[in-house]
């Protein structure tokens, strides 16, 4: 069976250190990997991972992708109390005519002033 | 504007009353997606939609049933809610990236069922 696993699940910091957040799966057929960022509601997308962009950066976040090893890591340097959320990894598994993303269970962080 | 709205966006129900939860989108996907999220379970989900005529079932459909109305809708019914169903609902919409899925959430839908 598909698995992702994110690790770990809560995370307390403070202000200014810099985080490291993990994502692993086993999926057949992987097609991409998604990180998502999700404060008080709907889940917001940070970066999409693939063969062929396996580092993607955005201000103080940035992503790899091992696709040997199987994992993610999603990095945030300098944190702020903004970047307190749950942060979701999700894994686009590639089959006949279907795009679907099967989800971790997250990782909670808290940054504290 | 919202891209992707959900109504109603908090819901109090009783058990065995049918509810439906309701989902547009005006990004003009394709593909639509409902799931639930429940704490320390992630998100699951129930079915997809990758156009009006395409319904299949996701991981957690039984208790369930949608509607694809047209591309820009797409609703969840419980026939007879039950408190397991207590949860927060998320419809998703999704195009193909280059190739590749990106989903993007509406902003929720909290119901309890009592």
């Known amino acids: 069976e598909d698995k992702v696993v994110q690790s770990p699940l809560s995370l307390v910091v403070h202000e200014g250190d810099t985080v490291t957040l993990n994502c692993s799966y086993e999926v057949t057929n992987f097609r991409s990997l998604l990180w998502y960022k999700q404060e008080k509601k709907a889940p917001t997308f940070l970066f999409m991972l693939t063969s062929s962009g396996i580092e993607k950066k955005s201000g103080r976040l940035s992503s790899i992708l091992d696709k040997k090893e199987l994992f993610s890591i999603l990095n945030i340097t300098a944190t702020q109390t903004g970047d307190s959320a749950i942060y979701l990894c999700?894994?686009?598994?590639?089959?006949?005519?279907?795009?679907?993303?099967?989800f971790g269970k997250g990782t909670k962080l808290s940054v504290i002033p | 504007d919202a891209d992707v709205t959900q109504t109603p966006r908090n819901r109090i129900t009783k058990t065995g009353k049918r509810i439906m939860l309701e989902c547009s989108q005006t990004?003009?996907?394709?593909?639509m997606y409902w799931y639930r999220q429940d704490p320390g379970l992630g998100l699951r989900l129930i079915y997809y939609?990758?156009?009006?005529?395409?319904?299949n079932k996701g991981e957690i459909s039984d208790g369930y049933s949608v509607s694809r109305q047209a591309q820009a809708k797409f609703s969840l019914s419980l026939e007879s809610a039950i408190p397991n169903q207590t949860a927060l609902y998320f419809c998703a919409t999704s195009d193909l990236l280059r190739g590749f899925e990106t989903q993007y959430f509406g902003p929720g839908t909290r119901l309890l069922v009592l």
């Open positions: 939609s990758f156009d009006v005529k395409d319904i």
């Open positions: 990004k003009g996907h394709d593909r």
């Open positions: 999700a894994v686009d598994l590639a089959g006949a005519g279907s795009y679907q993303l099967t």
